[in-house]
């Protein structure tokens, strides 16, 4: 694949899967996260998208510097943890704004940010500048952790046992 190709299928797989996921936040975003008990420090709901696109941008960029330094065949390792964790971020979506799962999320969240560490740890072994760009990225789970912890907490299931609808 050119080097070109390469990028721009790199930078567009997690673009494309947070575009996926906001399907299932912008119903939810609407009619049922503002019934949570949310801290204080958390922030508005426009930000989220900018920041994301912003993310999803500099992980995809340092996915291909990755790749680009010999392929699968010889960084399947740090490609194979950037997978998983790109995967663990797909599917918190899903599970936090479809199912309104908090826990379930929190665990998901929780795994993916092990999963962007390691990432991060073997992508500085290849190339530092990409580790480099996944810092803010770690930092958001890190912060989007606390305020799932923080969800999950403040806002136990229903004892009725029926599942809160939009």
């Known amino acids: ?49 900018p920041v994301w696109t912003c993310l999803y941008t500099a992980m995809g960029y340092a996915s291909w510097r990755v790749f680009n330094l010999g392929g699968f065949e010889k960084q399947a390792v740090p490609l194979s943890l950037y997978a998983l964790q790109l995967a ?16 379930l999320a929190l665990i998901d969240i929780s795994a993916m940010g092990v999963a962007a560490g390691a990432t991060a740890f073997q992508f500085w ?21 606390a305020l799932n912890t923080y969800i999950f907490v403040n806002n136990p299931p229903r004892k009725d046992n029926k599942e809160q609808k939009d």
């Open 88 to 103: 663990l971020n797909f599917a918190w979506s899903p599970l936090f704004f479809g199912a309104k799962k908090t826990g």
């Open 1 to 49: 694949m050119g080097g070109g190709l390469s990028m721009a299928v790199s930078m567009a797989l997690p673009l494309a899967g947070g575009i996926m996921g906001s399907i299932f936040t912008a119903k939810s975003v609407k009619t049922w996260y503002p019934t949570l008990k949310k801290p204080s420090w958390t922030p508005p709901n426009w930000l989220f998208g």
């Open 125 to 145: 072994t290849v190339d530092p500048l990409a580790s480099k760009l996944l810092w803010p990225y770690l930092f958001w789970i890190s912060y989007a952790t």
